[in-house]
């Protein structure tokens, strides 16, 4: 049997969707005339940002609670998530576009510092189990 070593690290996958999500916010006011042209007009639209949002916070829940109940026990990247997420509800109820944009561009920098600290907490812990491999046998 050969085994297969399989290990995701989830701060790393959140800390590429928030730094992407950043760019679509500031990007997408320059680009957004460009669109129609490019024929990429989809990437303006709202469910394309909503679907962006719940990837990066399901990627962000999924790596706090992992760092939470496996390597840390640290609550504060938890809160940090929280905050990140209240200020994303907020800016969609928001109906001014520019408020909205300040929000989730607040809310993408706090998902960001929410990575690293998780990360940072998970690298340092004591009780550091992140050197443990999963192993898949086929």
Not at 68 to 91: D, V
């Amino acid at each position: 049997m050969i085994g297969k070593i399989i290990r995701v690290n989830w701060d790393i996958v959140g800390f590429s969707a928030s730094f992407l999500c950043m760019l679509h916010c500031i990007l997408l006011p320059v680009l957004i005339t460009l669109f129609p042209m490019m024929g990429v007009a989809f990437f303006a639209e709202e469910v394309y940002e909503l679907f962006f949002v719940s990837t990066s916070l399901l990627i962000a829940f999924i790596a706090m609670y992992n760092g939470y109940k496996n390597f840390h026990g640290e609550r504060m990247p938890m809160y940090l998530f929280l905050i990140a997420l209240l200020l994303f509800c907020i800016g969609f109820l928001v109906r001014y576009h520019l408020v909205e944009r300040v929000l989730h561009f607040f809310a993408t920098g706090f998902l960001i510092v929410t990575h690293y600290y998780n990360w940072k907490l998970i690298k340092s812990s004591k009780n550091c189990k992140a050197k443990r491999v999963y192993e898949i046998q086929k």
